[in-house]
């Protein structure tokens, strides 16, 4: 069965430090995998997502941005983090949503830029 | 811009009451409309629609979709305390766009 894992857990950054958010799908190969923040009171918005290593697609201009070193992997960074920046972020990954499969959500990153 | 619009932002039922949330959308042309239950961290999956009058159901739970009238609905009969949680309906919108809208969710809670 398939599993996905994201880290750190929980995070506490001053304003203008880096940032790195790690995930990692198992038990599958070539997934899609998407970057989403959910920030208070909001729904979840969709920030990027990739359709293979080194394919990121951008939804929203943001202080953000997003790899795919491999297969499995897909991280989220910044390089100098803003108050705004703070919110839940959910990696998750699936077979394809616009063909029909749905997506997958991994435990989530609580980040609060201080 | 695309809308997924959540009623009631929150509900407060007690232990055993049933409740049906909504989910209504402004958009015509989508491939499928998901539900998610969040809980403390992860939304889990538990439907997905695609066609309209046709019911999902799974224990308790259960939803239909309206597409003339352009909504969904997820029902929730014999509510338990472990119910309470968001519920988050999402969109497919565009056919070969990976993007799922998802409304700001339905706070749930279940007194005992």
């Known amino acids: 069965s398939q599993t996905i894992h994201q880290w750190p857990a929980t995070l506490v950054q001053p304003v203008g430090s880096p940032l790195s958010l790690e995930c990692t799908v198992e038990g599958t190969s070539n997934p899609n995998l998407y970057w989403y923040r959910q920030a208070a009171g909001r729904g979840l918005q969709l920030l990027f997502y990739s359709v293979g290593i080194g394919q990121i697609s951008s939804e929203v201009p943001q202080n953000l941005s997003a790899s795919r070193p491999q297969d499995r992997q897909f991280i989220l960074s910044s390089k100098k983090l803003l108050l705004s920046d703070s919110g839940f972020y959910l990696c998750?990954?699936?077979?394809?949503?616009?063909?029909?499969?749905?997506?997958?959500f991994g435990e989530g990153s609580w980040l609060t830029v201080v | 811009e695309d809308k997924v619009v959540q009623s009631p932002l929150s509900l407060v039922v007690h232990e055993g009451d049933t409740v049906t949330l909504n989910c209504s959308y402004e958009v015509t042309n989508f491939r499928s409309l998901l539900w998610y239950k969040q809980e403390k961290k992860a939304p889990t999956f538990l439907f997905m629609l695609?066609?309209?009058?046709i019911e999902k159901k799974s224990g308790r739970l259960s939803s239909i979709l309206d597409k003339k009238e352009l909504f969904s609905i997820l029902n929730i009969t014999a509510t338990q305390t472990g119910d309470s949680a968001i519920y988050l309906c999402a969109l497919v919108i565009n056919f070969g766009n990976e993007k799922l809208t998802f409304g700001t969710g339905t706070r749930l809670t279940i007194i005992p």
């Open positions: 998750a990954w699936s077979w394809g949503v616009s063909s029909g499969n749905t997506i997958y």
């Open positions: 695609t066609s309209s009058g």
